[in-house]
């Protein structure tokens, strides 16, 4: 588990700012959510926390460690897309292994690593199975999984549960609520959906037109007046 810690956070496509100097400090084991109208760049700063995209003014530490010029692989992060980003030609198991066998992780371990987390996220009897033989609840567990499985210090989440209908919503909503209760990693979720960032959050963050607007409980954002 680690802090994240924003400063001064600049992102510029060519002469365009998207994020005007983004200050947030995300403190270890918090469950923070972005929310803001889609283009206040929500997602730019997700991307830039998890390394995808580069960073033009200001810093990003993870564990006290500044991030700027590290690579994806080299943070202690995992992401969870909307898309899944599953590899269609392998197994559940070996997309979960993915990782930590890039990672040269020994034989084991990757089979230990991958047993704990499709038992937490209880998808152990799909192992064997290929993506295109799961349904949309199921993928998505597997896209969690393989986010579990390293045990990294912080998950990032971009829109998760877009792409599934009401009812598997409000289901992988609950199971998500567990998995940090359980796990207590640090995590940094962007949605655009108010009932997601209220049922998960222990902190809100409102961006806008690439600033903060509002920081605070579910409570503060949406019941004061
Ligand atoms: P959100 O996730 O809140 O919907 P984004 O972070 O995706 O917003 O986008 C923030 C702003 O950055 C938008 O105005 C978007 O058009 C712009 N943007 C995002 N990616 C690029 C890119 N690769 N090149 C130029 N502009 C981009
Ligand atoms: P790992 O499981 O170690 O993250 P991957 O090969 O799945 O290995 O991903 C390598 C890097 O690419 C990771 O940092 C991940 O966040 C990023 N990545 C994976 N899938 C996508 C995607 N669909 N879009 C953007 N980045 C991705």
Redesign the pocket.
């Known amino acids: 588990m680690a802090g994240v810690d924003i400063k001064g956070a600049v992102?510029r496509?060519?002469n365009?700012q998207?994020l005007h100097g983004i200050d947030l400090e995300i403190r270890d084991g918090e469950f923070v959510v972005f929310v803001?109208?889609?283009?206040?760049?929500?997602?730019?700063?997700l991307?830039m926390i998890a390394g995808l995209e580069s960073i033009s003014g200001g810093t990003i530490e993870i564990g006290g460690r500044v991030m700027n010029d590290v690579p994806p692989r080299g943070r202690d992060i995992a992401m969870v897309f909307q898309d899944y980003a599953l590899y269609p030609h392998l197994s559940v198991f070996e997309n979960m292994a993915f990782g930590l066998r890039l990672r040269k992780a020994p034989k084991a371990e990757v089979e230990t690593a991958v047993k704990r987390a499709a038992g937490i996220l209880k998808i152990d009897h799909l192992l064997d199975r290929k993506p295109r033989a799961l349904s949309g609840g199921q993928r998505q567990r597997v896209a969690m999984g393989r986010a579990i499985v390293r045990d990294p210090q912080v998950f990032l989440f971009d829109e998760p549960l877009s792409n599934l209908d009401a009812l598997l919503r409000s289901e992988m909503r609950v199971e998500i609520k567990r998995l940090h209760q359980q796990l207590k990693t640090t995590t940094i979720y962007?949605t655009h959906d108010q009932v997601e960032a209220m049922t998960l959050a222990d902190k809100i963050v409102v961006?806008k037109g690439?600033d903060i607007q509002q920081v605070g409980s579910p409570d503060d954002i949406y019941n004061r007046p």
């Open positions: 992102k496509y060519g365009v998207v803001g109208p889609s283009g206040c760049g929500k997602s730019t700063l991307r962007v961006l690439g």
